[in-house]
Nanobody, 114 residues
């Protein structure tokens, strides 16, 4: 069993930045891919970014050049640095980890509004 705890959400003005963190814990932990999804009001869940155990990354087109995903394997933690935030980035952000089954965090709200 893997527990994921997210932090770092909040409210920010357009053009601002936020950094999300997600720490994984559990006995005998071995984590493969990690990443972030988001769900905006009235929309389907969207894959935002993923990172493999050797730090290969992928991004949704909508966030390329603005968001950066990274991980600290020693801390079993994944990060999402979000810059140049737009109102359309407003959503609940969920981290996930594959170990080897997929596990999900509880979600953290990100609101971008003037």
């Amino acid at each position: 069993q893997v527990q994921l705890v997210e932090s770092g959400g909040g409210s920010v003005q357009p053009g601002g930045s936020l950094r999300l963190s997600c720490a994984a814990s559990g006995s005998g932990l071995r984590i493969y891919n990690m990443g972030w999804h988001r769900r905006a009001p009235g929309k389907q869940r969207e894959l935002v970014a993923t990172i493999t155990s050797d730090s290969t990354t992928t991004y949704a087109d909508s966030v390329k050049g603005r968001f950066t995903i990274s991980r600290d394997n020693a801390k079993n933690t994944v990060y999402l640095q979000m810059n140049s935030l737009k109102p359309e980035d407003t959503a609940v952000y969920y981290c996930y980890a594959v170990s080897p089954l997929p596990y999900w965090g509880q979600g953290t709200q990100v609101t971008v509004s003037s």
